[in-house]
């Protein structure tokens, strides 16, 4: 699904609704602009005038902050059961959401034993230490590849499908 940042054609069908519901994230999916930064902040006219900060912002983004701004606590909610990620994948992103965020059921704080501790795989091993890792790579001229980053992801995707065996299900990867 793309972020709407600017309105669309089908706007006017809006006009004959009494009430609708969008669901949506604020903290996710932000506008795809080629544009700079510094060319898409916007300070003055009748685009700051209706709340546009920045081009690079969500129209979902402008909305909710809209709503915050203005006090509109009925207008806005949050789900704060989730059921998509371990409880240590969601603490990287809980501060994003006042810490609100809490699992849904048992098998999201089970504990992560899939890969050895002790095996020979320098990477088996690293996978072991925990469900989150950050992995440094050299930052390269291009921010639109870098093939040592991709080189690390091939190595540990090689060593989850041998770990995983016939149990390996390449579909939540993109394969």
Not at 5 to 31: E, T, Y
Not at 38 to 56: D, F, H, K, N, Q
Not at 70 to 94: C, P, Q, S, Y
């Amino acid at each position: 699904m793309n972020p709407l940042n600017s309105p669309s054609p089908v706007w006017p069908a809006f006009c004959w609704i009494q009430k609708f519901i969008l669901i949506g994230d604020q903290n996710q999916l932000p506008a795809v602009v080629a544009q700079p930064e510094e060319r898409c902040i916007i300070t003055e006219g009748p685009l700051a005038e209706v709340g546009y900060r920045t081009l690079s912002e969500s129209l979902f983004g402008r909305m909710y902050r809209r709503c915050v701004t203005a006090g509109w606590d009925h207008a806005i909610g949050m789900l704060e059961t989730h059921f998509r990620m371990h409880d240590k994948v969601a603490h990287l992103i809980n501060p994003w959401y006042d810490n609100r965020l809490a699992s849904g059921n048992d098998r999201q704080r089970a504990l992560f034993e899939v890969f050895d501790a002790t095996s020979s795989d320098p990477v088996e091993e690293l996978l072991s230490r925990s469900r989150t890792l950050f992995i440094p790579t050299e930052q390269k001229a291009s921010n639109k590849t870098n093939k040592e980053e991709a080189k690390k992801v091939v190595r540990m995707l090689e060593t989850i499908r041998r770990v995983y065996g016939s149990d390996f299900n390449p579909i939540p990867l993109g394969w």
